[in-house]
T-cell receptor, first 113, second 113 residues
Framework: NAGVTQTPKFRVLKTGQSMTLLCAQD?????MYWYRQDPGMGLRLIHY???????AKGEVPDGYNVSRLKKQNFLLGLESAAPSQTSVYFC????????????FGPGTRLLVL | AQTVTQSQPEMSVQEAETVTLSCTYD???????LFWYKQPPSRQMILVIR??????QNATENRFSVNFQKAAKSFSLKISDSQLGDAAMYFC??????????FGQGTTLQVKP
């Protein structure tokens, strides 16, 4: 099992450019999440999904969109990148087994100039 | 809304000694889960230990144990026989009815040889 994987690992964007971050999991998990981590802070939830075809907003959703067309994939899109979106992005997945444990990907470092 | 607070931005411990990291949280829910995650310089989020709120017994995982005080809403992590590989940022996290994780600000642990 690869667990949770994220692509790309690092990306530099110019203000106004768009990009998509891909998260994939091979654990057959129902729930998937996107977080951002800023320096000196914990992770904050951007969007999440409780199943294929469903998405919901988290704590800091503005400027991001997501899609869950396949159970194993969760895409995070930035339509018009801003310097404030410079951050490390983490994807996570979990199974609704009552244990609520989330498994994290390795992170994507995004720099917006 | 639930909140998680880690009041120690940095801690240090001598190798082989014991250290305790503090975490407090605020919630009106009765059923929830608490977690400690470790984030080494690689940025990978690694689950250290999990505690179900309905369990009175404190969780333990090898050298890691927690002191869960439900009435005081306190959830500290004790690391015994500290090792150089324990050096990392540690995050306390809360998951309630929604399953979404709420993270504290993190504590950077330095282990001195």
């Amino acid at each position: 099992n690869a667990g949770v994987t994220q692509t790309p690992k690092f990306r530099v964007l110019k203000t106004g450019q768009s990009m998509t971050l891909l998260c994939a999991q091979d654990m057959n998990h129902e729930y998937m999440y996107w977080y951002r981590q800023d320096p000196g802070m914990g992770l904050r939830l951007i969007h999440y999904s409780v199943g294929e075809g469903t998405t919901a907003k988290g704590e800091v959703p503005d400027g991001y969109n997501v899609s869950r067309l396949k159970k194993q994939n969760f895409l995070l899109g930035l339509e018009s990148a801003a310097p404030s979106q410079t951050s490390v992005y983490f994807c996570a997945s979990s199974y609704p087994d009552g244990l609520e444990t989330q498994y994290f990907g390795p992170g994507t470092r995004l720099l917006v100039l | 809304a639930q909140t998680v607070t880690q009041s120690q931005p940095e801690m240090s411990v001598q190798e082989a000694e014991t250290v305790t990291l503090s975490c407090t949280y605020d919630t009106s829910e009765s059923d929830y889960y608490l977690f400690w995650y470790k984030q080494p310089p690689s940025r990978q989020m690694i689950l250290v230990i999990r505690q179900e709120a309905y369990k009175q017994q404190n969780a333990t995982e090898n050298r890691f144990s927690v002191n869960f005080q439900k009435a005081a809403k306190s959830f500290s992590l004790k690391i015994s026989d500290s090792q150089l590989g324990d050096a990392a940022m540690y995050f306390c996290a809360y998951a309630g009815n929604t399953g979404k994780l709420i993270f504290g600000q993190g504590t950077t642990l330095q282990v001195k040889p």
